[in-house]
Structures are given as C-alpha cells and as structure tokens.
C-alpha cells in the first residue's frame, strides 16, 4: 500500500541512480529509430545549479523523455565548459589563500593547478543536474578541453585563419583591468553609479578669450583627447567646426569636428573624441580618420608614454608637469588630480551630480574600461551571412517567431568578433611568432615549426602566443565537436544537425548565432532546426533576481524542500512563449499540491482494488462514466501531444492539471465511489481507473518524472517494465463517447453551478435544500431527466450540497435562486436559507465597487505616458489585477441574475 504522505525524499534519488544503471537515457545509433538530438548548453565546470539551469534544463528534458516514449532514438548531449575566467579566477583565490599567484608558480604549473581542481571539485553541476531529473546520456559526457573537443578547436582557427576570417587587428575591446584581459560584452554588466557631470572649458585656440564647454563623466580620459564633436545641425558652434581648440592640461590643437554622434539635446551639446577609450569615439576617429593615443595602461593606471612628445606649457592653460605628476595613478585618483588642477586654472565651469550606467566585469567587480589594443579578431560579418539567410529560408526557426527580428538585428549589424582573452586556462592560441614577428600558424607546433623553416631558409626559435582563445569559440563548435569532428564520426553523420536548441534570449547574440555561423561553415548545414526560446527567471512579483535585492532562489532548496518534480511542474507551468517567468516558494508548493493530489488519487485507486495488471479493454466500457473519463483521456493526449509539439510548455501543464485534478480526480474517482460498491459496476470501473491511471502516468512522466515511476513501479504496470521507455499513450476506441460527454458534461455542469451559486450567494456550507429542475416536461426533454440525470442523483446530491433532486412544473417557489442551462433551469429554493433580498443587494453594491476598480485600472491601461514610464512587471502586474477584477464582476453579476427572478 503507498504511504499515506507524498514524500519524494524517499525515492527520487533512488530511482535516478536505477534509470542511469540500467541505461535508461542513453542514445541508441544502432537502432532503426529516428534520432532527436538537443545539445545541452554547457554549464560551466565552476557552476552550481542556479534558477536558470533549473529552467532551461527541465524544458530540455521534457522534451527528450516526450520523445524517447515516442519511440525516437533520443540523444541529450551532456558536457560542461571550462569557463576560462571564472575557473581561474577560482584557482588565482586559492592560491592567494597559500600565499601564491600564477605568475610565481609558472604557467604549466598553474594549468596543472587547474585540472587538478577541475578533477576534485568540478563535478558540483553534473551531481545537481542529476538531482533535478536530467535525463542525458552520462556515458558522452563531453568538456570543452577534452583533447577531441581541443583538436577540433584548433582545426577550426588554423582553416579561418588560412581563409583570411581570423586576423590580428588594433581595435577597441572590453578591458577587465583586475583580470588584466579582454572579456565578451555577455561577461559586462551594467550598474547604475552616482557619479558627476564635469563641464570643462577648451579654449579656442585662436581666440584665447572664447571656449567650448565639455560635459564629460571621464576627466581622467581628457588626456587621450583628440577632438571635440558638435552635430552638424548645431547652429550654436556652426562658427567653430573646423578650427581648434586647446586641450587643458596637455596643451596640444584638438579640431572641432561636426558629426552626428554628438546630441545637441545633451549636456552641452559637445562631446570630447577619445577614440581608444570610448567605442563610440572610436568609431568617430574611424570616420575622421583622427589619432587614437591610449592613455590607461593594462591596470587602468595612468601611462602617458603615447603624449609625452605632445605637451605644451601654456600659461594658465597647459601644464606638462601636472601631466606628468599624474603617470602611474590610479585611473580614479588621476579623475581627483585632474579636476583639482582644472579648478585651479579656472577652467572647469560646473560640477553636477549624475546618475549613470556603468560597465562592471560581471566576475572581477571592476569597471570596465573600453581600450585599444592588438587582439585576434575573427570576420563575423562574413561568417554571419549564411546563418542571417539560413533564418530567412526557414532552415532554422526561432520559437516565439518574434526573436528571428532580434537575431536578424544584431547579425546585420555585427562587430568583429575578438577571438582572444589574456588568460592562461583556456585554448592557447595556436600561432607562433619568428624574430621578426612574422606568423605562424599551425595544428601543432612541428608544423609551425616547418613552416618557420620554409620562410626563413633555416631553423629559427619560434615564440607561442601566450593569450587563449574565448571562451565562447569552443562552445560555438558544441553541436559537432561532441559528436566526433573533423573526424567524419557515424555519430556526427547520425545526430547532426540536431532538432532543437532551448536557451534563453540572452544568449541568442552569443551563442546561438555563432553555433549557426560555425556548424554552417564547417558542416554546411544549419546546428539546429529549431530554436525555442524562453524568458528569464524572476522572483514572483516579477523582478530580476539579484543577491543584493535579496530575492535569489536555490532550487537545491526548492528540491529538497517540495521535491524535484514540483519544482519541474512549477517551471513548467509558467513556461509561456519567450516571456520572462515568475517563480517563486509559493508556486513550487502548489506545484507540490498537485503531485499529492495524484499521489492521493493513486492511494484511492489502490484502496479500492485497482492495479496496474488488468486485461482491461477500453473499448468494451458501456458505462457511461467509464466511457466519458475514457474519451476525456484521448482529447487530454491529444492536447498535450500538440502542445508540446509547440513548445507551449504551459499548455502541456495546464492539460496535464486539468485532466488529473478536475476530470480524473474531482469527478471521475468522486462519481465512482457508489460503483465501486456495485458488484455489477466495479469491474468495470476498476479497469478504467487503471487504464487512466497509466495515460495519465504517461503523459505527466515528462515533467514530474520520479513520482509518475515511483507510481508506476507501485501499480506494477510492467509493460515496459520502467516508465522511462514506455510509449507515449495514444487515443483508444470508445463506444459512443458523444452521448457519454453529452450526459456527464451535463451533470458536471450542475453540479458545477450549483456549487458557483452557493458561493456567490453566501450560502451556509451546511445548508441543504432540494434542486428543482424545471420545464423539462414542457420543453419535451423528459427522457433526459431519465437517461442522463436520474443515475447520478446520488452524486449531484453528495457534490453539489442539495437534499434531493427533482422535476418541478409551473413558476418558481418565491426567495429562490434560478440558473438557466442550455438544456435545462435549475432552481434551488433559498427561503429560510439566506435572505434573498439582503443579498441582492450587497451583490449589487460589490459590482458597483468592482466596476469602479476596473475603470481605475482601464485608465491606467490606455494611459501613453503609464505604459512608457511604468517597469514592464508594473505593466504586467496590472494587466493581471484588471483579469482577476474581471473574473470578480462576473461572478458577481452571475449571482445578481441567479436572484434577478427572486428580486422582482
């Protein structure tokens, strides 16, 4: 017998370790099945399992079990990254802690640091991903240093490289000046600083008594000027583009140049050009061809090497001995040296405060600093054009259609790509550098080494770059690399390309469309056929989780709290197309609410003599209850099938809810409490209970795994024996299921108003009445009082809380309730129950008062200046106010109508 409490604690980590022994999850390449592939977004090896792996990685396995039992040869790639900057950044703490660094022990010997921690603490994400239910194939277990995954890495830069799409070039990159290297826009994040505003005076240089006023955030950048922009609409400075002003402090003629970059809206209308400190004033010196001296070293100190050839002393103006002094400080404390020594020359106009956005390096803390340096760069916008039109062609869909407009968005206008990070865990760049600096590169060093022999006419000593690879360039070889390549592997021949990739918009820039650009260029053929997207995980009132708002989630708590599959049914369930979802403790308990509901509905079942081995055939139901939960079983498989054919994840819950809470439990299992007293009847209804109680097993077995085994174990439903490869249910035959939903949809919606009326009209839960039913006999209808009502007075007396039901002729007894069906009028006479009178008008007040509240919230609904200003979780919030506030209204003039009768 089950246990009276659902307690998932007791067999969820049992069963994983069963499934994985016997192999349950692993791809079958020899079978004639067709293959559905997903790759997993590898996790990094530092991770712990956080609200966004719980996401994206209990969608992906719906969907790979949902296949599996379709019989398809499922393949869910497992492997991990090996995440340069956040693993060493996890090593250099640990080696602090001993008083050592990198630099002291070596770079072999630090990389022999970082496997050994890889190998000892590594692990953490695979054990957790195992505790959420993740079904990949463990044995293909990949990591994007592995030494297959690494050939394939050099492979790919060493054929760009020969093609001309990877090239050394001086351009502007993220500088993480505490990492010391260039980092991705996706490891940058934004934060909001108080700050000030400087208004600076240049003087024009050849009217010393006039200047243009600058309002910068930067004064420490000022050095690296080297022009001063106004819009070329501008009438203010329309006189001065094209003459010279005076750059404070370093004395050197600076042009003032007309460009649209500048915003006549903003500040003073004039920006400073600092082209290697700023990507929009890089791209301005890029247009006006203008000199870019950089003026931060790797620390964001100052270095004034690049200007030292260009100061003037100027009286009152220029001082080269102030610059000077500034060589070495910190970029902060030259900002304070700066801006005093502008003060004292009387040449800073006003200080304000300012709020701002500021970059940050989402691992180090530290502000980022924009910064023109020598990088490898890898041609994107060549590479982007096969993917941009793989999109177009429909070879790949996004999923909402909606983000196709995003990724075209960002491919039409993409960047060089730089390919190279100034770490030493990671892929070491693959070239090599001769005396003079000449290029090698090469698969291996032998070969680079040959290659140095052929050019020179002699042996010479070659130089290995020291920087490695992005990380981001290995994971773009995911979908081929972990199958094989460039080896021609039956596996990559097999599960290439895959079906479907499910991540989250963030990364569609990223990793998404570089997957695409590689798997085109080097397979020839699109990664993945489809590309559903999902929104970001936030707390339940809808804002991003964050440790410094509080409101970060663990799900390990959640698990160990609820239960793995309460918390996949909650993710599930707020799963709708590409928005953001809100999750948060109370959600994952109702979810938890609902697998009880179906470990109690089983309990029952048990109790009452059902089993999983039954020779039960569906289509020889006569009952009309068994036919009507037999028919409502094929439409509940026919839903979630097509549901989850369109990724609409919160359909496929929603059915799965409905079907289990509503039908089977609330009225199946309630109807059959008196059959299963019937000798004549209980065979029957036991064999239908057990095959429902399979189809439901079935088709919930993707998203609440564990306890859908644990139940199927328990019944013994043992073809197959584990659930994991049972088929996904399909629809039965049903004797004559229109005159079975004909008759129980009836009943259900009696039973359904009657309780809605006693709700709204306040009526004592306690108080019994009988239920007229009136009309019928005049309206001919007679024999479906008969055939379709009378065999369930018992149920509708027990449900709907009357004491009997019966036909009742001529007007409606005074102080009664009236609800109107299509096929019938239902009166429940009230008098000596409540005060009809009364009632009628408190309901009427209450739809005043909610009508009043609705109009409040419509007016903030059609308000312009609201939806522009308003947060969108402010928006949505309100949106879903004015639905419940709607829902309210009606089931309160629901009840006015049912009195209507009784008030006149």
């Known amino acids: 017998m089950l246990e009276k409490n659902y307690s998932p604690g007791e ?34 090896v530092t991770g712990s399992l956080h609200m966004g792996h719980a996401l994206t990685f209990t969608l992906q396995d719906v969907l790979i079990r949902w296949r599996r039992m379709q019989g398809y040869d499922a393949l869910w790639q497992p492997g991990t990254d090996h995440a340069g900057i956040a693993t060493q950044m996890v090593v250099e703490r640990l080696l602090a802690a001993e008083g050592l660094n990198r630099q002291t022990l070596g770079r072999e010997a630090f990389l022999a640091r970082v496997w050994r921690w890889k190998e000892e603490s590594g692990g953490s994400i695979t054990r957790q991903l195992r505790r959420l239910g993740a079904s990949l194939d463990w044995a293909r277990e990949r990591f994007t240093m592995d030494p297959g995954l690494s050939r394939a890495v050099r492979e790919v830069f060493v054929r760009l490289y020969r093609e001309g799409l990877i090239y050394r070039d001086r351009r502007l990159v993220n500088w993480d000046p505490e990492l010391q290297s260039a980092i991705s826009d996706l490891e940058v994040e934004n934060r909001e600083v108080k700050g000030h505003l400087w208004y600076i005076r240049y003087p024009i240089a050849d009217a010393p008594e006039r200047f243009i006023v600058v309002a910068t955030t930067r004064p420490e950048t000022m050095l690296g000027d080297v022009a001063i922009a106004v819009h070329p609409e501008d009438t203010r400075y329309a006189d001065l583009v094209g003459r010279t002003a005076i750059l404070p402090l370093v004395g050197r003629r600076i042009p003032i140049i007309a460009d649209p970059h500048s915003d006549p809206e903003k500040g003073t209308g004039a920006v400073k050009i600092t082209p290697a400190h700023d990507f929009n004033d890089f791209a301005v010196g890029v247009r006006h061809h203008l000199p870019m001296p950089s003026v931060l070293d790797r620390q964001a100190c100052i270095d004034i090497s690049e200007i030292s050839g260009e100061l003037v002393t100027i009286p009152g103006l220029a001082e080269p001995e102030t ?72 070879k790949t869909r996004f999923v909402p259609k909606q983000w196709e407009n995003t990724f075209f968005a960002w491919m039409r206008d993409i960047q060089p790509w730089c390919i190279s990070r100034q770490l030493w865990w990671g892929h070491r760049i693959p070239a090599w550098y001769g005396p003079d600096g000449q290029i090698f590169v090469a698969m291996e060093e032998a070969e680079a080494v040959a290659l140095a022999r052929a050019a020179y006419g002699k042996e010479v000593p070659l130089k290995q770059d020291e920087d490695v690879l992005d990380t981001w360039f290995s994971s773009a070889l995911w979908p081929f690399s972990t199958l ?58 809808g804002q991003k989780m964050s440790k410094s708002r509080g409101n970060v989630i663990d799900p390990l708590e959640l698990i160990e709290q609820y239960g793995a599959d309460a918390l996949r049914f909650a993710i599930a369930a707020a799963t709708g197309p590409g928005r953001d979802i809100k999750l948060g403790a109370a959600r994952v308990e109702g979810a938890r609410n609902f697998v009880t509901k179906l470990w109690n509905a089983a309990r029952f079942c048990e109790m009452h003599g059902v089993s999983g081995k039954t020779a039960f055939q569906p289509e020889t139901a006569r009952l009309p209850l068994c036919r009507w939960v037999l028919d409502a079983a094929n439409r509940a498989i026919e839903d979630a099938t097509a549901a989850l054919e369109a990724y609409r994840f919160d359909e496929y819950a929603q059915v799965c809810y409905k079907f289990t809470w509503n039908t089977f439990c609330d009225w199946f299992l309630e109807f059959a409490k008196p059959a299963l007293e019937d000798a004549a009847a209980a065979e029957e209804v036991r ?7 399979g189809t439901l097993l079935r088709l919930l077995h993707p998203v609440i795994p564990f306890v859908s085994e644990h139940l199927w174990d328990h019944f013994g439903f043992d073809e197959p024996l584990s659930l994991i490869r049972a088929p996904w249910p399909s629809a039965c035959r049903v004797y004559q299921p229109d005159a079975a939903r004909r008759d129980l949809d009836l009943i259900v919606r009696i039973i359904s108003e009657v309780r809605s009326a006693r709700n709204a009209l306040h009526v004592p839960a306690k108080a019994r009445f009988p239920l007229l039913i009136r009309n019928i006999i005049a309206s001919g ?9 009378l065999p369930f007075v018992e149920q509708i007396c027990r449900l709907a809380g009357v004491s009997e039901v019966r036909i009742a002729e001529g007007a409606p007894p005074e102080q009664a309730a009236q609800i109107a069906l299509a096929e019938l009028e239902i009166v429940l006479p009230l008098a000596g129950v409540i005060d009809t009178k009364a ?23 059609t308000n312009a200046d609201f939806l522009a200003r308003a947060p969108a979780e402010v928006v949505e919030e309100t949106k879903r106010r004015r639905d419940e506030l709607d829902m309210e209204h009606a089931r309160v003039k629901f009840a006015i109508r049912s009195l209507h009768a009784t008030a006149d």
Request: aromatic share 10%; net charge neutral; charged share 25%.
């Open 11 to 44: 067999f969820e980590q049992r069963l994983y370790e069963g499934w994985e022994a016997a192999g349950a999850f692993a791809a079958r390449p020899n079978s004639p099945a067709k293959p559905f592939t997903i790759m997993i977004p590898p996790p990094n």
């Open 323 to 394: 610059v000077r002094a500034l060589a070495g400080q910190d970029r902060f404390a030259a900002r304070r040296a700066i801006v005093d020594a502008l003060g004292r020359l009387g040449l800073l106009e006003k200080i304000e405060p300012h709020t701002h956005q500021v970059p940050h390096g989402d691992r180090s803390g530290a502000p980022i600093e924009p910064r023109l340096t020598t990088q490898w760069f890898c041609n994107a916008a060549e590479l982007a054009k096969a993917a941009i039109a793989a999109v177009e062609t429909g």
């Open 781 to 789: 209808k007679r024999d479906l009082f008969a055939e379709s009502i």
């Open 484 to 541: 094989g390549w460039p080896e021609q592997t039956p596996d990559l021949q097999r599960y290439y390309p895959t079906d479907v990739l499910v991540t989250g918009f963030d990364i569609i820039f990223f990793w998404v469309a570089r997957m695409m650009m590689m798997g085109l260029h080097f397979m020839g053929d699109v990664p993945f056929r489809t590309v559903c997207i999902h929104g970001l995980v936030r707390d339940e009132r």
């Open 839 to 861: 009632e009628a008008a408190r309901l009427a007040r209450e739809a005043e008062a909610l009508q009043r509240d609705i109009g409040k919230l419509d007016a903030k609904l």
């Open 687 to 693: 064999g239908t209970a057990s095959y429902v109680l």
